[in-house]
């Protein structure tokens, strides 16, 4: 066993492995990231919505609260990250405005408006005129909708490499290595094995290896599943018509589709399917992405398409992520955030970090406790 | 003025400059080659369709001549190039299908075939049927379209290696410097200027840069204009449906699309805009080229999509190409082959060895004299 001397091994740097261990090294830990990719995964594809109200759906109350508790800790958190990094964290506070073209999708919106107003969190309606004053881009299609100030966005990639920045000013060691699972002792976690064959000891671990956690313990199998999404970035050109200022979100018969705006580009996704470990942008992906995106906002014909990419985004059973502990003592998870990562990685590191303390986490995370997957035992 | 001994220097490693470089280094001249960046432009982006017969238009005869002509001296060239070069030259000789989906578009393949017959040159017509027997992938929406089993295809990127290595073992000299102009004593050639201000003796200056010859020397301002095209490159995936094996042609509502087989990649293209020197892939493009290309083969949804990019060809006034004397003695020009750049290098690396030995061209290329557009000496 290869001696690190590590207090806690962080499996994945992904955005919710970096917020962790960027907490966990600001409370005094000896923190060390094993990825053998940093931020290049579903993290470095992602849209970087901040979203929860407009990613709302009937039934899926719980995860409203956690994302509400979440978007409400980001302006702090940018704020602090921003300040520990020494650049930018990327937090977009221009809000979101959801579209719809056809009836039926008019129909859908509707029921999301009233859904969220007996929830007591009421959106603004809006006819696709007071729509077109807000972003003259969307396009004639464009019939009603929402709008939604307190959905935010981050630009990623800048906020993946403050997250680096922030952790490394803070201790924290990153090693190129891939995990090959957790080690235990049968009752506790005594390190981590990496691919290459080396041992790493400590006696925390937290995986956080977002679609690839599975793997890496017993206790998380069948709990995290790859969902692929496909993503493109256009590149505004000259003479073409000018970005949204805002998160777009829409209805396209039926088809969810959003173009968040950076300061050099727009990103519009996502394709959602389930086929394993793929990560290939395929034709079908692309011609629906920008068939529907365009409907939207059709000036972005003249722009340019700078990349095409695909990520796994880690899927629960229930749509809610995992954090908490799981099996052995010393194990603790935070992963299965699905569409949610970049939204969710305060209240996640906050967690985690209180978790470590020894303290309980806040309240909306207990819904995203892994034990509620755990068979209880069988009464006797 | 550096001292290169160079006999012949060529501006421009794109298709037709490696081409010509060969053919003047076997027949014993001491050739250089200048290009920073040597095959990237419009033929590494190039579909490398060798297609007179499916590329004729009424009105454009000589054009049509010139290719049946090239097309012709593939099959030796490629042979020749291979053995010369020591790998392959990446010939495709399993022919051409044309398809077209709604009556206008049959209709103008009609107007296609007879034009041919009149010429002597009649194609096979098929019924859509009949073209799914040769080419399944086909959709439901081809009607009807034509089989041309002697329009071939040619690797581009196969090709652009061959020609170079074949230069190489035949003496080619390449220096990756950009040439900004020819120089001359107001009679003759003296060399070239490079960009970085280095200057190039030699005799005789060979103009093959395609889009950008039009810079190079007095002479050729306003015979050679940038015609961009936009072109993706799909990836077989597992469980897809099998690539065509011919190149498939098509008109879709009016618009022309290409889809040529390789050994690993679908070539799909190709727009046509004239926007000056730009080679952004937009997403206007990348849409239509996608519509199109999934109505005549729809089992590409499933491809992925490895690459897209964008080529300028060089147009001409005319459409013909330029190869011949121009300007000052010993200069000679060999470009403005617009979209037939692959097919007519054999015969234009003929014609232009010709010339290099005080011969004659071949009898199809004195309708690409340059001379055409020399106004006459003003009578006195």
């Not at 394709?271 to 995106?293: C, H, K």
């Amino acid at each position: 066993m290869r001696e690190q001397n590590a207090e806690l091994l962080v499996l994945g740097a992904g955005v919710i492995g970096l917020s962790c261990a960027w907490r966990a090294a600001q409370q005094g830990l000896r923190v060390t990231v094993l990825d053998p990719a940093p931020a290049s995964g579903a993290s470095w594809v992602a849209g970087g919505m901040l979203a929860p109200v407009t990613e709302a759906w009937p039934g899926e109350e719980e995860l409203l609260a956690l994302g509400v508790e979440s978007v409400g800790r980001w302006p702090a958190f940018a704020a602090e990250l921003t300040e520990a990094a020494g650049r930018p964290a990327g937090l977009r506070t221009d809000g979101t405005v959801v579209a719809a073209t056809g009836s039926g999708d008019r129909a859908e919106l509707d029921a999301v408006a009233a859904h969220l107003a007996r929830l007591g969190r009421p959106v603004e309606r809006l006819t696709g005129r007071e729509l077109r004053r807000l972003e003259p881009g969307l396009g004639p299609e464009v019939r009603g909708g929402l709008s939604v100030p307190d959905d935010l966005a981050v630009d990623n990639r800048l906020l993946l490499a403050a997250l680096r920045a922030a952790g490394e000013r803070a201790g924290v060691v990153f090693a190129a290595t891939g995990a090959a699972g957790v080690l235990d002792d049968g009752a506790r976690v005594v390190g981590v094995r990496g691919t290459d064959g080396t041992e790493w000891a400590a006696p925390t671990v937290l995986v956080a290896a977002g679609a690839h956690s599975a793997e890496l313990h017993p206790a998380l199998h069948g709990l995290v599943r790859p969902v692929k999404g496909e993503i493109l970035r256009l590149a505004l050109r000259p003479g073409a018509f000018p970005m949204p200022r805002r998160t777009v979100r829409a209805l396209v018969d039926g088809r969810p589709v959003y173009l968040v705006p950076r300061a050099d580009e727009l990103v519009v996704g996502a394709t959602q399917t389930e086929v394993g470990f793929d990560t290939t942008v395929t034709v079908g992906g692309i011609r629906d992405l920008l068939r529907d995106a365009e409907r939207i906002l059709p000036g972005i014909a003249e722009y340019a398409l700078v990349e095409s990419a695909a990520g796994l985004r880690p899927g629960s059973p229930d749509n809610l992520p995992l954090i908490g502990r799981l099996g052995p003592e010393g194990l603790l998870v935070a992963t299965g955030h699905h569409r949610n990562g970049m939204l969710l990685a305060p209240v996640t590191a906050d967690a985690v970090a209180a978790l470590l303390r020894g303290e309980p986490v806040p309240g909306p995370v207990g819904v995203a406790d892994p034990a509620r997957f755990v068979p209880a035992a069988p009464r006797r």
